[in-house]
């Protein structure tokens, strides 16, 4: 994971994948174990995401730090904050 964002309703990450990874399995697993992780901290169950997912391929590393730059600046679009400092729901391997 080289950069995601965690908004209200959605989320927004960043992936390189290996060789031998799909995208759709990556996605599963990342949902599934957030889900599990939200539940518990919730004490709920059931379904956290919605099935479907965009994804957007980058085919050049030069493209890769903008989108996380733009990645992590949704709160700010979103006018959450100001700052993306003020706001604690994210990482990028390169801020």
Excluded at 3 to 26: F, G, K, R, S
Excluded at 64 to 80: E, K, M, Q, S
């Amino acid at each position: 994971m080289l950069a995601w964002v965690l908004m209200p309703d959605h989320a927004h990450w960043l992936l390189q994948l290996n060789e031998d990874e799909t995208l759709d399995a990556v996605v599963l697993r990342l949902k599934g174990a957030s889900a599990r992780s939200a539940n518990q901290v919730l004490g709920r169950t059931g379904s956290l995401w919605q099935p479907a997912y965009h994804d957007r391929a980058l085919r050049k590393d030069e493209h890769v730090i903008t989108a996380a730059r733009y990645l992590v600046a949704n709160p700010i679009r979103a006018g959450l904050v100001h700052s993306l400092g003020d706001y604690p729901y994210w990482n990028a391997v390169w801020l």
